[in-house]
């Protein structure tokens, strides 16, 4: 078999009922040099196993314990024949010209520039166009990036991967920071080429949105480098999401009311603004400013 240009990797679990749609949207790439990778973590619905035991010989399937997403993740890059993988949620799609569109760039970027990515298109409880910009500063306080990278395997490698004990959700955040810590950046192509399926039993919504202030914390944690002080005066001159990125008080004004507030109360309050996003209260991104 020849060396595929690009390896998508897909984590599945319990998921049987969304993955026919995301190969499709693969099937219908207008590139297509790449293989697939679909990693069952560990499902046990029948309907999951039924479908991933039912896929042809042109996909790659491996089975494990269930280790969670970055997990599932790790599994399938690790095994990538590819220079270049593509993580894909078996709940998302992709527009047939994603991978004609991101490769090239990727291709033509310097060594230093370790992913390419799009604006994010919404599905299923809510509709629209979020637009993406990748910038150091903003991205310690907000997620910016959807997790759909195009990814340099190398890069995935020099930071060590998706950390696997962020089974809660927030290790794509987690894993973007690592590549602002080793000196990568990324370039984002403005147009919605990635679809994201929103649903309240989505990991946002059912876990992750409900524990953001402890996983912030934790993400500080293992970041604190990028924290200080010195860091963020450094960087705080650089121009952030769409042109208006937060301001270096902002910024320490937003720390220290994380600081000060009980952690189980920002979680709460956290988990009532993206209800709100949710039922189209307010708008899907608000940038701080």
């Not at 997403?69 to 047939?96: H, K, Q, W």
């Not at 290790?171 to 080793?182: C, Q, T, V």
């Not at 600081?259 to 988990?271: D, G």
Request: aromatic share 12%; proline share 5%.
């Amino acid at each position: 078999m020849s060396t595929p240009e690009v390896s998508v990797v897909i984590p599945c679990y319990n998921g049987g009922r969304f993955l026919p749609a995301a190969l499709a949207s693969l099937a219908a790439q207008t590139f297509l040099n790449f293989e697939i990778i679909v990693v069952d973590d560990g499902s046990t619905d029948p309907e999951t196993r039924a479908v991933i035991a039912g896929l042809g010989p042109e996909i790659r399937v491996i089975r494990q314990e269930n280790r969670g997403m970055a997990g599932a993740r790790n599994t399938a890059c690790s095994a990538a024949r590819a220079a270049i993988v593509l993580p894909l949620d078996c709940d998302d799609v992709l527009e047939p010209s994603f991978l004609e569109e991101t490769i090239p760039a990727l291709r033509a970027a310097p060594a230093d520039v370790a992913f390419v990515t799009v604006y994010q298109r919404l599905a299923g409880e809510r509709s629209g166009v979020v637009a993406f910009e990748f910038d150091p500063f903003s991205q310690l306080f907000h997620n910016q990036l959807h997790y759909c990278l195009l990814l340099r395997k190398s890069a995935w490698e020099a930071v060590g991967g998706y950390d696997e004990s962020m089974r809660d959700g927030y290790e794509d955040w987690e894993f973007n920071l690592r590549l602002i810590e080793a000196g990568y950046r990324g370039l984002i192509i403005p147009k919605p080429l990635f679809i994201y399926r929103v649903s309240a039993d989505g990991m946002l919504m059912s876990r992750s949105g409900r524990l953001h202030a402890t996983l912030w914390r934790y993400i500080r944690d293992h970041h604190r480098d990028l924290y200080r002080w010195r860091w963020l005066r450094a960087h705080n001159g650089k121009t952030g999401f769409l042109r208006r990125g937060i301001r270096y008080a902002s910024a320490l004004t937003f720390m220290l009311v994380f600081e000060a507030v009980p952690e189980k109360l920002m979680n709460r309050l956290h988990f009532g603004w993206l209800v709100a996003k949710r039922k189209g209260l307010i708008p899907w991104r608000v940038p701080f400013n």
